[in-house]
């Protein structure tokens, strides 16, 4: 089974903050539920306000064919106006590796001596 991590970096303008982020992002999760391959998305905030945009994705294909997509088809989104663009970071890259809860432990050489 194949599949990509999209991630993004990028800081807020001043005047918005991550919870104003995440609320007006509706529509953009909207349109990605719409998009061939999109499995999932988590928002974070580090301690220096900037913000990890994380997307999980069937093939880094479907990934950069939404990323060269997402700005024209959902330009009304008030989510544009709040990123300060000159700190955006984008990469997407396919998985090399994906370890489950459940994996870890049955494989742990600790976990399995202790049990």
Known sequence: MTEAIELTTFKL?????????????????EWLNRQPGFRSRRIAELADG?????????????GSDAAGRIISETRDSPVHAMIDLRT??????????HVTARQAKATHPLRVAWT
Request: net charge negative.
């Open 13 to 29: 303008l001043d005047n918005h903050s991550a919870k104003d982020f995440v609320a007006a992002n509706t529509s953009i999760n």
């Open 50 to 62: 900037a913000i990890f945009d994380m997307l999980i994705w069937d093939t880094a294909a479907n």
């Open 88 to 97: 955006v970071v984008w990469q997407i890259a396919e998985v090399r590796q």
